[in-house]
């Protein structure tokens, strides 16, 4: 399999990557009876959802995933949401003054008239399209072309675990990970979420495109189109007044912070910016459901939507349902908090909420004491500046800045870059306008937490707020404080770059909503100017604002491609597999379709070195396919670290023939600078029992040539 775009191309790819995502989940959404603009804007999710769903059914159902048994899916749940429309009609209603008369449901356009007809969809689509001219304005002058090989470790593992869904047809989040990770040579037993490797195997196999440019074509849609979507449709979904302006605005903003989503395109960490984009998208429809305007007089309808959706965000990755929770727990909490009720039921209503609320971060650290897996998660830890009040101001400053620093150990040759200073400020004076509203307070301080949270993954807050109030009751606060941050950063790894994409993501709704309450302030304030002969003033103020906005979007704009642009052609630039890596790895592919490996063989090669790229470009089964090769067998570490002496190392010959190797692989350069080459893997040339089949550069290829292994001669 090689792993170029394919006959298709870039725009055949593009398109059915495109289709592969939105198509099931408009289909869905419209048997459910979602009206179109949200069956379109929510189709990613839906979409997501099915896959999840699908890739965990079908392989224990006996089945192979791929397009036809996805198509399968479809249609059965295509027939449930038609049969769920069957289901009596019910007329809500709510409650209403003090007696608790009951009074008819809102009608859908009465939060918001201007959404009811087409020109109001006008605003939100030229925002969409503003983002998508921006990632496309950013990708060009960043010299990238779609379908690149990303030269990180998270990008191959992607593009691995891709590859295997595609040729095995086993898509279940724990079985493929284990057999992956297993190589064949050891037994591994792990899980991750493989909703977007499932998809991505569907857009390979009816394409024909490999991997890595399928992979990369998906972080393009979610960046340009996936995102800008998720975004709008929340600030619209949020805003109490002018929710075309939100829409329109938040999505036009979602692609300007470089935390998000070009850090997570250029590093390669795709499941996780998918989550992040969906899961905003699912908060969406869950406030349209909880309002009861999703799907109208439908509830069953409308919850088995959300219910889908968030089953795609869990199997993209559970970081998004977290941000998720959070988000519509807030919105929650504000709604009972303003809700028509007598006071003292509000009160009750409120205070039973919080104190559940407050239980959440016990019961979190709890079960992360409890499971393996989340005790892992929670066990990573970034801090890296002290509990002072100098560390608070400068991770303040990193974190506000939005761009998270590059370390030099990596090799990608990013020099230090400032911060997005002008997008922080218009994020800060959009937070404030919103803590004014009553309405839309709640998401302000939704951003003020995710601001502590990701402050809290670089200095240890409890010895913090222990200094700062001081005595017992400081330290005892601090703690609290520091477990409650803790129970939400641990599911993102407690990394700070992750939390900062948390934070640009949140603070473009926050903007979205903001310039639609601006806006609104705005009209008032023109249409009650009563005074004769100011109309021209009126004028000249409307188009002040306008060019100032103008002028302020456009330096925003510049900004981030000056960022971002360096990242993107960072994480792409030809590394491990530059030409020289490609020519041998394809040399050996020809060679090994010519004559191939015997059943259980297999090539061995440097796990840090990007040869896992040979998996995923050419179906050839490499020793090590991923770069986090766990606790390894004995012959596998003798590999490692004497290769070089087998003509001399019985024990050497001896764990070739027990893992069954045929060729070995060598690209000569690392992934990241900083991690060293396995010593048994270098200096290879001299070595009489591998004999070279292929050189280009720094990049080789043996045969072993070792008597017992298969393929040696006879």
């Not at 977007?196 to 490999?210: E, I």
């Amino acid at each position: 399999m090689l792993d170029e775009l394919g006959p298709a191309g870039a725009p055949g790819v593009l398109l059915l990557a495109a289709a592969v995502l939105w198509a099931p989940g408009a289909l869905l959404g419209r048997a459910l009876g979602l009206r179109r603009r949200w069956a379109l804007a929510g189709a990613p999710a839906l979409t997501w959802g099915v896959v999840a769903i699908g890739a965990v059914a079908v392989p224990r159902a006996g089945l192979r995933w791929g397009p036809t048994t996805a198509l399968g899916v479809l249609a059965m749940a295509v027939v449930v949401a038609l049969l769920l429309r069957r289901l009596p009609l019910r007329r809500a209603a709510a409650v209403s003054g003090r007696r608790g008369r009951r009074r008819p449901p809102e009608p859908d356009t009465a939060r918001q008239p201007d959404t009811a007809g087409g020109p109001a969809l006008f605003v939100p689509a030229l925002g969409c399209v503003l983002a998508a001219v921006v990632v496309v304005g950013v990708a060009w002058r960043a010299g990238h072309r779609l379908g690149s090989i990303a030269q990180t470790w998270d990008a191959v593992y992607h593009a691995n675990l891709t590859t295997f869904i595609a040729t095995t047809g086993d898509s279940d989040p724990v079985s493929a990970p284990s057999a992956l990770a297993s190589a064949g040579w050891r037994d591994v037993h792990t899980y991750y979420p493989d909703a977007l490797h499932a998809a991505a195997a569907l857009v390979v196999r009816l394409t024909g495109a490999g991997s890595a440019a399928v992979l990369d074509v998906v972080a393009a849609l979610v960046a340009g189109a996936v995102l800008p979507v998720a975004v709008g449709a929340l600030a619209g979904a949020l805003a109490p007044t002018r929710r075309s302006v939100a829409a329109g605005v938040g999505a036009a903003v979602s692609v300007l912070p470089v935390a998000a989503p070009w850090d997570q395109w250029w590093r390669g960490v795709w499941s996780y910016g998918a989550a992040l984009a969906t899961g905003v998208l699912v908060v969406a429809l869950a406030v349209r459901a909880l309002e009861g305007r999703l799907v109208p007089h439908r509830p069953v309808s409308a919850a088995v939507a959300v219910v889908v959706a968030t089953a795609g965000v869990a199997g993209l990755q559970p970081a998004g349902v977290v941000l998720a929770g959070v988000l519509v727990l807030g919105w929650a909490l504000a709604r009972l908090a303003l809700a028509p009720l007598p006071p003292a039921h509000r009160r009750t209503a409120l205070g039973t909420a919080v104190a559940g609320t407050l239980l959440l971060p016990p019961l979190v650290l709890a079960l992360a004491r409890w499971s393996p897996a989340l005790g892992s998660l929670a066990a990573y830890d970034y801090t890296s500046r002290p509990a002072t009040a100098d560390g608070l101001r400068d991770t303040l400053e990193s974190v506000l800045g939005g761009v998270r620093r590059v370390s030099p150990g990596y090799g990608f040759g990013l020099p230090p870059q400032g911060g997005q200073w002008l997008l922080a400020a218009v994020v800060l004076v959009a937070v404030v306008v919103l803590l004014t509203s009553r309405a839309a307070a709640w998401l302000a301080i939704v951003w003020v937490l995710a601001l502590a949270a990701a402050v809290a993954t670089v200095v240890p807050v409890a010895p913090l707020i222990g200094g700062l109030l001081g005595g017992s009751v400081g330290g005892a606060v601090g703690t609290a404080a520091a477990d409650a941050l803790r129970s939400v950063t641990l599911f993102f790894y407690n990394a700070p770059f992750r939390l900062m994409a948390v934070l640009g993501v949140v603070g473009a709704v926050v903007v979205g909503v903001a310039a639609a309450r601006c806006t609104d302030l705005v009209a008032r304030v023109l249409a009650r100017w009563p005074l004769p002969g100011t109309g021209p003033a009126r004028l000249v103020a409307v188009l002040l604002s306008g060019v100032l906005a103008l002028v302020v979007a456009a330096a925003a704009v510049s900004s981030t491609a000056g960022l971002a642009a360096p990242r993107l052609a960072a994480g792409y630039a030809p590394r491990v597999t530059g030409p020289d890596q490609l020519a041998v790895m394809d040399q050996l592919a020809r060679q090994l379709r010519d004559d191939p490996l015997p059943a259980g063989a297999t090539v061995a090669a440097d796990p840090v070195d990007g040869s896992a790229w040979l998996y995923a470009r050419h179906d050839v089964p490499v020793l090590f396919r991923h770069y986090s090769a766990g606790p390894l067998t004995p012959p596998a570490q003798l590999l490692l670290q004497s290769l070089r002496d087998v003509d001399t190392d019985a024990d050497v010959r001896q764990a070739l023939r027990d893992l069954r190797v045929c060729y070995v692989y060598s690209s000569g350069v690392s992934v990241y600078d900083s991690s060293a080459p396995a010593p048994g893997f270098t200096d290879l040339d001299g070595v009489a029992a591998l004999e070279p089949v292929a050189r280009a550069g720094s990049a080789a290829a043996y045969r072993v040539l070792v008597p017992g292994t298969p393929c040696a001669p006879s």
